[in-house]
């Protein structure tokens, strides 16, 4: 009898340890979080006294004379995403109405392992490619063709003029456009997927085409998960590393044009932050280092809070 | 008035028939893309896949030789950043899976993780070089493993937790009416009925820290000898290649474009298998 108890007590006990275990690995994701942040933080403190908020307006970055500045790499950083969107978002759009409505079942499949294969090809594959590949013919025979016809345009033109080197924001960015496909078209699927069949069948029995569901009744009913897809790919595109240090040309200087070369926050890390000398000089890095971890947690959160919004509604509704 | 009303149908019809063209042109965008990534790197790498890189060192600039060192390199960091980073993962799914209904910490952790699947490597980079590199004041394979552990641990949390959600709840009845405690419930029934699914989440993790360079460039860095010695600078495939692609000599060039093959057939047989040992053990069911 006392062993039964016994036994019994040594299960309670083994209960709360194995909970007690769990639970502190747990908590020691949550602590990685608060501790990438604290860490960078502090690092980029020699950076922040030396500079003060100036270092995120200034455009400076002088090794020689100590004066450093962030508003090159972030402003490429933000650029690069923004292309990479304008492209990604149409394509995964079309990526995900083709899945969900207009492939053969049997097809369905394939072409879905097909697109993920892309997601899970180095990023560094995308930077070779890119380099060796695709910028002598973005050079040859893309950028003279921008030139001549988008260069014209009042305006805007300038944005569109430049040297053809194939390498340059412009690249990167459509390299990146390319990377965030596939994580941006998944999650636009797997939304597309959750309309309730009745609600389609009802359209397409008014007489509605395939397109009319697709934009009147399919995008308003999933509209804060595309969305939430769609920062996800951003989030992506801002963090992007080894693709973007190959083609992006790593020049520390503002210009207007997309064909230019300029920086972004990973790839200045990437390129320079090994060969760094001085406190101020590394610690300048890890300040962009913490911008760009902010930045992106802020985009990442937001989508996140999208997708938990959508999935919470339907929770309710079935 | 019925000519009106079929302009107006034909003119839906076209607009249907154009973006629906168009929604195919995008997929076929997508699958160029992946083809041809590939067949450069078949066409590129191929040719220079000896048996000379698997058996020699990196050379110097201007000579032959071939990846062994960074290949021998990748595999040591790979293999302890999983040692370290799957208990963790699989211990953390498990809190949000099994005891994640009440409290703050089971969905604030779950909402970082999956932030944390999607932030940059190269802050992760940043992050180990400020805790083990800088503390230290040398580089090592060490840190490099630590760098990759930490983006293998949010890949097993989450498809743990979400392997172990599948699992249905009178399984886990059943056992604790026979009187097993729950520890015993998680570890003998619901760990068992989710295995598959958290190998699954594994390969996954490897496959994606088996190409990553952007954290290792300043942890692990990068070493041109022999070395397997985890607590000085190691060689691996993914730094060497990017070395070696970003230098003006042909034979590195070469070099990189034969490690650049071999890491992709690598991770994406390793995505395809993940893939295929996941549906069959679905369809089992």
Do not use: C
Not at chain 1, 156 to 174: D, E, S, Y
Not at chain 1, 213 to 227: I, Q
Not at chain 2, 44 to 53: A, F, M, R, Y
């Amino acid at each position: 009898m006392s062993s039964i108890m016994q036994s019994k007590n040594m299960g309670a006990r083994l209960d709360k340890l194995f909970r007690g275990t769990t639970m502190f690995f747990a908590f020691l994701v949550f602590i990685l979080l608060l501790g990438i942040i604290v860490t960078l933080f502090v690092g980029s403190l020699p950076a922040l006294k030396a500079f003060g908020p100036a270092f995120f307006t200034s455009d400076a970055w002088n090794p020689v004379k100590i004066q450093f500045g962030g508003l090159v790499p972030i402003y490429g950083t933000f650029i690069t995403a923004l292309i990479a969107m304008v492209i990604g978002i149409p394509v995964s759009f079309g990526i995900a109405i083709f899945i969900t409505e207009l492939s053969p079942t049997w097809l369905k499949r394939p072409i879905g392992i097909a697109i993920e294969l892309l997601a899970g090809i180095p990023s560094i594959i995308y930077g070779m490619w890119g380099l060796f590949i695709f910028a002598p013919l973005f050079a040859d025979h893309v950028q003279p063709w921008i030139n001549d016809n988008l260069g014209a345009l009042p305006v805007i033109g300038q944005v569109f003029q430049g040297p053809p080197m194939g390498i340059g924001m412009l690249t990167a960015g459509f390299i990146l456009a390319i990377m965030v496909i596939p994580f941006t078209s998944s999650v636009m699927r797997d939304v597309f997927e959750i309309v309730p069949t009745m609600l389609k069948e009802s359209a397409y029995g008014l007489g509605a085409t395939t397109w009319e569901v697709v934009w009147n009744v399919v995008l308003p009913y999933t509209k804060t998960g595309v969305v939430g897809g769609i920062m996800l790919g951003l989030g992506r595109a801002l963090g992007e590393t080894m693709a973007v240090t190959f083609v992006i040309g790593n020049a520390h200087e503002l210009s207007a044009s997309l064909m230019m070369p300029g920086n972004t926050i990973s790839s200045a890390l990437a390129n320079e932050f090994t060969e760094a000398v001085g406190d101020i000089y590394t610690s300048s890095l890890i300040t962009l280092g913490l911008t760009l971890f902010v930045i992106t947690f802020v985009v990442l959160a937001i989508a996140k809070l999208l997708l938990i919004r959508l999935s919470m509604r339907e929770g309710k509704q079935s | 008035m019925s000519q009106l009303n079929n302009k107006r149908y034909l003119k839906r019809k076209i607009i249907n028939n154009v973006t629906l063209s168009i929604s195919l042109l995008t997929v076929l965008f997508a699958l160029t893309f992946l083809v041809w990534i590939l067949w450069t790197l078949f066409s590129q790498g191929l040719s220079h896949l000896g048996l000379d890189v698997f058996t020699k060192m990196t050379p110097p600039p201007g000579s032959s030789g071939g990846l062994l060192n960074a290949i021998v390199g990748s595999l040591y960091m790979v293999l302890i950043a999983t040692f370290i980073g799957t208990p963790i993962g699989v211990l953390a799914g498990t809190y949000l899976a099994e005891y994640g209904k009440s409290g703050w910490l089971a969905p604030t952790t779950r909402f970082i993780n999956d932030i944390l699947l999607s932030a940059p490597s190269i802050v992760i980079g940043l992050f180990v070089y400020e805790v083990a590199v800088n503390s230290v004041g040398h580089f090592s394979g060490w840190a490099g493993a630590l760098a990759l552990s930490l983006i293998v641990i949010p890949v097993v949390v989450r498809t743990t937790e979400n392997m172990m959600q599948l699992v249905p709840s009178t399984l886990r009845e059943a056992a604790a009416a026979l009187g097993a405690p729950y520890w015993k419930v998680i570890v003998n029934v619901v760990y068992r009925s989710a295995r598959t699914g958290i190998m699954t989440g594994l390969l996954l993790a490897v496959a994606r820290i088996s190409g990553e360079t952007a954290p290792l460039l300043f942890t692990a860095l990068n070493n041109q000898f022999w070395s397997a010695d985890m607590s000085k600078p190691i060689a691996s495939l993914a730094v060497v290649i990017f070395q070696f692609a970003m230098s003006p000599y042909e034979d590195w060039q070469h070099l990189a474009w034969a490690g650049a093959l071999l890491i992709t057939l690598f991770v994406l047989t390793l995505n395809i298998l993940a893939r295929t040992i996941f549906r069959s053990s679905q369809s089992q069911n």
